[in-house]
């Protein structure tokens, strides 16, 4: 079982529609959270960061984390086809001077 | 304008070729590491680096070197390379300290998308 799952969609909406993006994890130690999109042939760019559990909103993007759950969501209001990418989520221990575990992406396509 | 660049960006090359993957930063960041990604597997880190001589192996280490003899540089060097090796890598750099906003900010290159015959 992988540390993180992410379904790898794709996921076609039309414009304007909410998306709404989910990662769920099994150990229950990581604490830091993030959302990284990537577009086609581009590296990923960090999006939204949390730590630990709730939500955090900038423009037209929520995070949440439920560690109860361990289960952490990326909602994006009035989509635009330029959202259109990859969404990657990614998670890291407390105090861990290395790494980010990702998870798969998924693949995001706004249509006009 | 700050970055990170890689070269070559599409290397083909066959069984057993030396090659190296060269990264570059000009963020003055301490911490660098290198990932490769694969259809399904998402982002796994292969080696990181948290200041110069200093190096650790990532989730997936096998059959990479990596060196960091200076803070903006840190190629990847694939000795024998493989088959399972044709990927899609991504050096990163992150500013120091252990959290927060800007911490957590990795700056990825472009990427160098490797075949192995």
């Known amino acids: 079982q992988k540390e993180v799952e992410q379904d790898p969609g794709p996921l076609s909406v039309p414009e304007g529609a909410i998306v709404s993006l989910n990662c769920t994890y099994s150990n229950s130690a990581f604490q830091y959270f993030m959302w990284y999109r990537q577009y086609s042939r581009k590296g990923p760019e960090l999006l939204m960061y949390t730590y630990s559990s709730g939500n955090k909103e900038d423009g037209r993007f929520t995070a949440q984390v439920d560690k109860s759950s361990k289960y952490i969501s990326l909602f994006i209001r009035d989509s635009q086809p330029s959202d259109s990418a990859t969404y990657l989520c990614a998670m890291r221990f407390s105090g861990s001077a290395r790494q980010l575990t990702f998870g798969s992406g998924t693949q995001l396509t706004v249509l006009p | 304008e700050a970055q990170v660049t890689q070269n070559p960006r599409y290397l083909i090359t066959v069984t057993g070729k030396k090659l190296t993957v060269t990264c570059s930063q000009n963020?003055?960041?301490?911490?660098m590491s290198w990932y490769r990604q694969d259809p399904g597997l998402g982002l796994r880190q292969i080696y990181y680096s948290m200041n110069v001589e200093v190096t650790d192996k990532g989730d997936v280490p096998e059959g990479y070197k990596v060196s960091r003899k200076e803070k903006r540089n840190f190629p990847l060097i694939l000795e024998s390379p493989s088959p399972n090796q044709t990927s899609l890598y991504f050096c990163?750099?992150?500013?120091?300290?252990?959290?927060?906003?800007?911490?957590?900010?990795?700056?990825f290159g472009p990427g160098t998308r490797l075949l192995v015959l």
């Open positions: 990163a750099s992150r500013p120091p300290g252990l959290a927060g906003q800007n911490q957590e900010t990795q700056y």
């Open positions: 963020m003055n960041h301490e911490y």
